[in-house]
């Protein structure tokens, strides 16, 4: 077929008024072999042959009546006819970087089979390495693999002294827990770990791939994500912790709220059932008007807590229940001086403002920062009322924000959940900062000034830690509570992306942000 208009030939004007707007041809270099849409792409946008449009793409541009039309909620129609003639290696025609969700799509697609195919082949080949790597270590699960083997397999005991592991390497989790993993303890523990932490890759990647398409993630941004996230990803992925399992649930959960209510609710009750700390953003989604996913994720979660009751027998489980909460309210009372120095609030309040001793944890090599000497009741008790005002500033924020700043909104939950729980350690409970490095990210590269600076620290402040060769000062940092700095410094820098069509930039009109009030309200 010859491509439209002919060699060297304009086709027929266009002009088009939708909604007050001018569509006007722009002159195009004509392509060999084809009708092609937007950037190359067939069909894109509802553009080519079919609209009668020939020899270049249209062009929206204000109409007199003085009605806007954001090009980045348009991308099917923003592109000039003078980008179609520019090749990459492959001889496709390079698309150009997408200024919005809507036409990130568009950018993706663009960019060939051959290349997707490649980048495909090598997110595999880098998984199943990673997953192989992890395996070798794979400290948590061991845990998980060793309790399913002795207490489902030879009815030994779940919790404390009466599992016959020893402190710290205690289980941690509801019944539940590990009764779903029980089938991995059937096969050999490097088998096993294998396979649970390659699951854990796939979760993490589909769920990030989403929020990179609603914010308009382009390979730079990805790269700049990396960059804050990828430390916390690999080191939840060496521990073998269930974090990542959770926080993967938890996220899709907040991606699907709005068109799969029933399935959100779902997830995120069963994420709340495995760790507690989903529970979080139970009131963080009433405060986000999605009703309907907060109270079902609330039933789905008492009735997945309750659901082992079903074959182990309803006194046997509720006796099972409450040595874990027996167990876990001993370990919450230790404030920060459990094993690894927590980076939340309350940790680093306890490490500064008490005099606090290691000697008698696993590791008594950290050091002493204290430079206050308060009763550790009273610093817990300030950070129950700092704690509380903090979410409560957080519902009210969330709830005046618009729908379409739910990755931003969602990212300043993540940040708070880890400053705000009783205990988070850097080595596994900040994976859930993956989804706020990423939208920091895109705000740091669209906007710059202020949330590139504040991106910018937090970074030195993840990799200050780990590129370091002293052990006593990477004890040291830890202690101070650097990755909680660089959580604050997150949460500042992705405070700005409000809107899902262009983080950190100005809200445009757009289809998609049409969304009804009742629709929201779901």
């Given at each position: 077929m ?7 030939q ?20 004509a ?25 270049g ?15 980045a ?11 179609a003639g ?8 390079k ?14 697609s663009?960019?060939?089979s051959?290349r ?44 404390g002294e ?35 932490a ?18 308009g ?62 529970l ?11 009703w ?40 919450a009372s ?5 094993w690894?120095?927590s980076?939340?609030?309350l ?10 001793s ?6 008594p ?44 909104a ?14 988070a350690?850097r ?21 710059g000034?202020?949330?590139r ?61 049409s969304t009804?009030t ?5």
């Amino acid at each position: 077929m010859q491509a439209v208009g002919g060699a060297g030939q304009a086709g027929p004007p266009a002009l088009a008024v939708e909604a007050g707007v001018e569509v006007e041809p722009a002159a195009s270099p004509a392509h060999d072999g084809g009708v092609e849409g937007v950037d190359g792409v067939p069909g894109a946008g509802g553009t080519g042959l079919e609209d009668g449009v020939g020899g270049g793409l249209p062009v929206r541009r204000a109409a007199p009546n003085g009605v806007e039309r954001c090009a980045a909620a348009e991308g099917e129609l923003s592109l000039a006819g003078r980008r179609a003639g520019r090749k990459d290696e492959q001889g496709e025609p390079k698309p150009r970087i997408p200024s919005s969700a809507q036409d990130s799509r568009v950018y993706w697609s663009a960019l060939g089979s051959t290349r997707r195919r490649r980048w495909l082949g090598l997110g595999v080949v880098a998984a199943l390495a990673a997953s192989g790597w992890a395996s070798t270590f794979a400290i948590d699960f061991s845990v998980y693999w060793t309790i399913c083997r002795s207490a489902i397999g030879d009815g030994g005991g779940l919790y404390g002294e009466a599992s016959r592991l020893p402190w710290p390497m205690w289980y941690r989790y509801p019944p539940l827990f590990a009764w779903l993993l029980w089938p991995l303890s059937l096969l050999p523990f490097r088998a096993a770990a294998f396979l649970w932490a390659l699951g854990k890759l796939v979760a993490l990647a589909a769920v990030l791939r989403e929020l990179g398409r609603r914010v308009g993630a382009t390979a730079p941004m990805w790269g700049l994500a990396a960059l804050a996230g990828l430390p916390w990803v690999l080191m939840e992925l060496r521990y073998g912790n269930a974090q990542g399992a959770v926080f993967a649930l938890t996220a899709a959960a907040l991606l699907g709220a709005g068109k799969r209510p029933r399935l959100a609710a779902a997830g995120l009750g069963l994420a709340a059932a495995l760790k507690v700390w989903p529970l979080f953003f139970v009131p963080y989604l009433a405060a986000r008007r999605r009703w309907a996913v907060a109270a079902g994720a609330t039933v789905w979660a008492a009735a997945l807590t309750l659901a082992p009751a079903a074959w182990t027998g309803w006194a046997a489980h509720a006796a099972a229940l409450g040595d874990w909460w027996a167990q876990e309210s001993a370990i919450a009372s230790r404030g920060g001086s459990i094993w690894f120095p927590s980076q939340s609030l309350l940790g680093v309040m306890t490490r500064h403002w008490t005099a606090l001793s290691w000697k008698d944890q696993p590791d008594p090599n950290y050091p002493l920062v204290n430079w206050l000497a308060l009763d550790p009741a009273w610093v817990r008790g300030l950070w129950l009322a700092l704690a509380a005002a903090g979410c409560l500033a957080l519902w009210r924020w969330a709830r005046r924000l618009p729908p379409e700043a739910e990755p931003s909104a969602a990212a300043a939950a993540l940040c708070a959940l880890a400053l705000l729980e009783p205990y988070a350690q850097r080595q596994t409970a900040l994976v859930v900062l993956a989804w706020p490095a990423l939208v920091a990210a895109a705000a740091a590269y669209r906007r710059g000034g202020r949330p590139r600076t504040l991106f910018a620290a937090a970074v030195a402040l993840v990799w200050l830690q780990p590129l370091t060769p002293s052990a006593w000062w990477q004890r040291v940092y830890e202690v101070w509570g650097l990755d909680a700095l660089a959580a604050v410094l997150l949460l500042a820098a992705s405070a700005g992306g409000f809107t899902m069509t262009g983080v950190g930039g100005s809200p445009c009109p757009n289809r998609s942000s049409s969304t009804s009030t009742a629709e929201h309200e779901r």
